[in-house]
């Protein structure tokens, strides 16, 4: 049985850093693309940033600069360092695996966890 777990999050000050982890487990044969995302109160959810099993990334305008995901690939970890936290961040963050086990891929979900900026 897959498990994704987040870890990390929390309450900072403006301009503080956080930095969030996802682990996967379970009978995984690989993991291409993992995700990072984000729901503020009342808000929709919105990526906040990707990263290819190679190590591409992409990242929502309003993080570049400030945020950065990393991988690793060895303990099927994703990681999202935040620099320069402001109140807008403040949401539940949450992360996506895109996980192959055997010959399928299907996508997983972390739970969230909570980022709250205090201005």
């Known amino acids: 049985q897959v498990q994704v777990v987040v870890s990390g999050g929390g309450l900072v000050q403006a301009g503080g850093s956080l930095r969030l982890s996802c682990a996967a487990s379970g009978g995984i044969f690989s993991i291409n693309d993992m995700g990072w995302y984000r729901q503020g109160l009342g808000k929709m959810r919105e990526l906040v940033a990707t990263?290819?099993?190679?190590?591409?990334?992409n990242y929502h305008d309003s993080v570049k600069g400030r945020f950065t995901i990393s991988r690793d690939n060895a303990k099927n970890t994703v990681y999202l360092q935040m620099n320069s936290l402001k109140p807008e961040d403040t949401a539940v963050y949450s992360c996506?695996?895109?996980?192959?086990?055997?010959?399928?891929?299907?996508?997983?979900w972390g739970q969230g966890t909570q980022v709250t900026v205090s201005s």
């Open positions: 996506n695996a895109k996980i192959v086990r055997g010959v399928y891929e299907n996508n997983y």
């Open positions: 990263i290819t099993r190679r190590g591409v990334t």
